[in-house]
């Protein structure tokens, strides 16, 4: 029986808003990279408390060389995840590359069965750099593979609603950890993520199955390609190099974490100061933490998509430096333990709800070679390089006496500029979008 034209208006209107920007062809595949994201950091949550927990074991404080050491393995990982990418088709190398995490996690385990206190603390942190290591990785393949499958205008529509799926994940996983930590040990937490990320394989798989179905008739087919990109194995770095559009998103993530690295450093003496017990500062990072999770779900539910679709990628990217600009003129006009909390949230949210989408439809106008080459040198390397190189800063710059007041006016000439280079590279991806639509009308 053919609903008539009354029904089915009725049960459009019935449906929520947000699903509504979804296209019938897309729905199957929006579910199952919703679901695939929703698993991959309900992983990260889960072992992302046991990293703290372990990285203290052996009495290692040491962070600066563990954030060294996990720059310099990001730097010979590349290479070698390279070349998986010329040599597999993605459905292989999503399997070997979550596949390995997974074997990892069950080995780590292993290791810390063991009575020797030598490998426990080493294997404590090998651990620690495994889980910034997993945490980029597993990531950059998640969004390497969406900006493969979606077009530029899918992902303004549906990378938002997507990373919703992930938010949701990692406040899940935060639940979880929260709940069984003390009633499971340390080493036994660590099965835990095993489960999840093969879960997150299967609706991978399931994403795969869909790839032939994503695009419409109208729209270019190059998408569902299964083939290698082959290329060399430091091909993603020299394009990097060599391509302007490249390089200027990597000088606009240097800027973003150049920002949080700051506030990130500010927000440890400023509750050093004002707040006396481990205990309540738990508290504090724990209410942090939530409120910047629940905030994120909102905007990646409500409001991503909307202001990726009808201001465009320009606008999107600009939003985090004008909250970074009013963030950091508040905490210099008002460094108080109340002006952090409020921008720490505004910040940590704008950037994963509304910026991380934006982020990723950068990557939908670029060969599938730079999409996962280029792209998980530009999420580990760069991003990686960012973070030491703005912790060593910070560090010298105290060191030398200037204040904090100091360094939030300092940051307000660099937060604009960021702006302007997060405009301009929203304005290159417009033009990339239109020529590639151009190009695919003409090959039709």
């Known amino acids: 029986m053919i609903p008539n034209s009354d029904t089915a208006k009725s049960s459009e209107l019935t449906k929520p808003r947000w699903w509504s920007r979804v296209e019938p062809h897309e729905r199957k595949a929006v579910v199952w990279a919703t679901a695939w994201f929703f698993f991959i950091l309900l992983g990260y949550m889960i072992i992302r408390p046991v990293r703290e927990t372990m990285g203290s074991i052996g009495g290692t404080q040491q ?79 998640f ?9 530029s205008s899918q992902g303004k529509r549906l990378f938002g ?15 979880i950890t929260s709940q069984v930590a003390t009633q499971l040990s340390t080493d036994v937490l660590l099965l835990l993520p095993v489960v999840v990320i093969e879960a997150g394989l299967w609706c991978a798989w399931r994403l795969e199955k869909q790839s032939t179905s994503i695009l419409s008739d109208t729209e270019s087919t190059s998408n569902v390609s299964q083939s290698p990109t082959g290329g060399g194995v430091l091909s993603g770095i020299t394009h990097v190099a060599r391509s302007p559009y490249l390089g200027m998103i990597c000088v606009f993530l240097v800027l973003v974490q150049f920002c949080g690295t700051q506030l990130y450093f500010q927000q440890a003496e400023i509750v050093a100061a004002e707040i006396e017990t481990k205990e309540a500062r738990t508290q504090l990072f724990a209410y942090l933490d939530l409120g910047t999770q629940l905030l994120t779900l909102a905007i990646q539910a409500l409001l991503s998509s909307v202001i990726l679709r009808r201001f465009g990628v320009s606008v999107a990217l600009v939003i985090l430096p004008v909250v970074y600009f009013a963030g950091f003129l508040s905490l210099a006009l008002n460094p108080m333990l109340s002006t952090l909390v409020v921008t720490m949230i505004a910040t940590r949210a704008g950037g994963y709800g509304i910026t991380v989408p934006a982020r990723e439809v950068l990557f939908t106008v670029v060969s599938r070679e730079d999409k996962y080459k280029s792209k998980s040198f530009i999420d580990t390397v760069v991003l990686r390089g960012g973070d030491a190189a703005s912790g060593q800063l910070f560090g010298f710059a105290r060191q030398l006496g200037v204040s904090i007041t100091a360094m939030n006016v300092w940051a307000l000439p660099i937060t604009a500029i960021w702006g302007v280079v997060a405009w301009r590279l929203g304005r290159l991806q417009k033009r990339r979008a239109a020529q590639l639509a151009t190009e695919s009308e003409s090959d039709a």
């Open 161 to 175: 609603l997507i990373a919703a799926g992930g938010t949701a994940g990692a406040i899940t996983g935060s639940l």
């Open 63 to 141: 962070l600066q060389g563990l954030m060294l050491a996990t720059f310099l393995v990001m730097l010979a990982a590349v290479p070698l995840y390279s070349s998986l990418v010329a040599r597999l088709p993605r459905r292989w190398l999503v399997r070997v590359v979550y596949h390995f995490f997974a074997g990892c996690l069950v080995a780590f385990f292993v290791l810390m069965q063991l009575d020797s206190e030598f490998v426990r603390t080493w294997t404590a942190r090998t651990f620690f750099v495994w889980v910034n290591v997993f945490a980029l990785f597993a990531t950059s393949v």
């Open 143 to 151: 969004w390497s593979v969406l900006a493969d499958l979606f077009t």
